[in-house]
């Protein structure tokens, strides 16, 4: 029991992690957070066998308060993603205009290929 408990804390501390990095979502943070959460699932598939059929008040309060990170997770994760979906609505009326019904305008993006060797 104390080994699932104490997983179970890890993958909570993971993503409070993700949490406190996404406060200052710039786009390498955004990278970064996205290999915190990565392992954090990753701990809590390994995890999730081993919740089955234990119950405990410890368990309940860590599984509470993953839960609780989770939902601050979830709105932080949305909160930078509306707010660069605003730049790029900024970026695409300024660089093609505006259509007929308002909106900003579709802009061809040219591709960049970098090549190492």
């Known amino acids: ?21 996404l406060l200052n979502p710039t786009p390498g ?13 990753a701990e809590l598939s390994r995890t999730r066998e081993k919740l089955r059929d234990r119950s405990s008040p410890e368990l309940l309060t860590e599984t509470r308060q993953l839960h609780s990170a989770l939902h601050l997770t979830r709105e932080l994760l949305n909160n930078a993603a509306f707010y660069y ?15 007929g019904h308002g909106e900003a305008a579709a802009v061809a993006v040219a591709g960049t290929l970098q090549v190492e060797g």
């Open 29 to 41: 943070i955004l990278r970064q957070c996205t290999g915190v959460l990565d392992g954090a699932v």
């Open 1 to 21: 029991m104390t080994d699932v408990l104490e997983r179970l804390a890890g993958v909570r501390q993971a993503v409070e992690r993700a949490c406190q990095l």
């Open 85 to 99: 979906a605003g730049w790029d609505r900024i970026q695409r009326a300024m660089v093609g205009g505006y259509t």
